[in-house]
């Protein structure tokens, strides 16, 4: 029977007796496990990034913006053809199982003014639903009520960051600002949600009821015009099976013959954030192979220093024949220096991997999740790349012909 605690002592005391060697020969496992994590935490934290910039969009979301609108043969971009109703997407709510809330927006930029201080921002006609719908909360004040939306009230909810260019520390609770030179009363104050993946600042907004929006602030093509409508499916799936229904409603409503195309986009923000996250998972592979490389190089590495120290011990190794040491004795010694070398520099690989992986994302914008995953992979591959190549080394050892083994100088 093999005694693999013998076998891991005299491993142990090879490579102390080539203390430099042993370290220049684990360098390509250091760099090679260090890199792949380093990589694949940069993989990981592009991931979570995504994932983050979606839940800021809310959840299940599927966004309805107004058509293409064609001029003398020009084609302008989308939600240039001003055909999306707030009734539209109530519509969809009101009909369609699968649609858990329908919430209307009618937006553009404007100029605010509060006493001396004034402040240019995107304002947003919408109802309590686009707050639900985004899963966002109040820092204090209060939303929309029915009342609001029905009579058109001249109230309005500020981000975090016009909060500050207008009002700086005071409470802007019950003060008037004005939107376009009309008076609006605050009645509330988002909590702060920072900027988006894309560099946008989602504090620096304003939301006033949609219907103060279409009758009182945003010059409207015919009533009850919206820019787009903003869907949350019940859940992920449904924003799949739910698109035909929804098409097939606001053709109706819309009174589309069969000949004439879609006068609305529909766009599953579900589906996107799917391929997003798919390109940002084969990136992240890709990243990892390319830095696996380096652990190849780094086997090779072993195999030619353990060539070199079967040609050195050759002496040795048939003294251990010569006293009855059998071959597989002879290959699982080689084979365990060659192991225990590929761990030790995984280890240490680990170590240096962590801290990159923390350089890089303190460095960049750039977020670096280092997984579980991410640490075992690497190390455990480190540990295939040891026996791989350290058989070849410890095979040729136990083919040596003990007589010539000893007589070898």
Do not use: C
Not at 91 to 101: F, R
Not at 208 to 226: E, L, R
Not at 403 to 409: G, K, S, T, V
Request: proline share 2%; hydrophobic share 45%; net charge neutral.
């Amino acid at each position: 029977m093999i005694d693999l605690k013998t076998i891991f002592a005299i491993a142990i005391r090879a490579i102390k007796a080539n203390k430099m060697r042993s370290i220049l020969t684990s360098l390509g496992i250091i760099i090679g496990v260090a890199a792949v994590i380093v990589m694949l935490s940069v993989g990981n934290g592009a991931q979570i990034s995504i994932q983050n910039e979606m839940k800021t969009m809310g959840s299940n979301l599927i966004i309805i913006r107004s058509g293409v609108a064609t001029s003398s043969g020009a084609r302008g971009g989308g939600g240039s053809q001003p055909t999306m109703k707030k009734a539209d997407g109530d519509a969809i709510q009101e009909k369609i199982d699968a649609i858990k809330l329908a919430a209307p927006q009618l937006d553009e930029t404007a100029q605010l003014v509060y006493g001396n201080a004034n402040w240019a921002t995107v304002v947003t006609g919408t109802d309590n639903r686009f707050f639900q719908i985004k899963e966002w909360d109040l820092a204090y004040g209060k939303f929309f009520s029915e009342s609001d939306v029905k009579t058109a009230a001249k109230v309005a909810i500020l981000g975090q960051t016009v909060v500050n260019e207008l009002f700086g520390d005071v409470d802007p609770l019950g003060k008037n600002i004005r939107v376009k030179g009309i008076p609006f009363k605050i009645i509330g104050v988002l909590q702060s949600r920072g900027q988006s993946g894309m560099g946008q600042d989602q504090d620096d907004a304003v939301y006033i009821p949609i219907t103060t929006a279409q009758k009182k602030v945003m010059g409207i093509s015919f009533p009850d015009q919206v820019k787009m409508v903003l869907l949350q499916a019940v859940d992920a799936k449904s924003t799949y099976t739910s698109q035909d229904e929804i098409k097939q409603l606001l053709r109706q409503r819309h009174n589309l013959g069969v000949n004439k195309d879609d006068d609305f986009i529909i766009m599953n923000l579900t589906q996107m954030m799917e391929m997003m996250e798919s390109s940002t998972q084969i990136m992240t592979i890709l990243l990892g192979a390319i830095a696996s490389i380096s652990l190849l190089v780094g086997g090779i590495g072993i195999m030619n220093i353990m060539l070199v120290s079967v040609t050195e011990r050759t002496r040795e190794i048939g003294i251990r024949m010569a006293i009855g040491a059998k071959a597989w004795d002879i290959r699982w010694q080689f084979l365990m220096e060659a192991l225990v070398l590929s761990l030790i520099g995984g280890l240490v690989g680990v170590f240096f991997g962590l801290i990159g992986s923390y350089v890089v994302g303190a460095a960049s914008s750039l977020p670096a999740s280092v997984s579980l995953g991410s640490v075992l992979l690497p190390f455990s591959f480190a540990g295939m790349v040891g026996l791989i190549f350290g058989f070849y080394p410890a095979y040729k050892a136990s083919l040596l012909n003990p007589i010539n083994a000893l007589r070898y100088e």
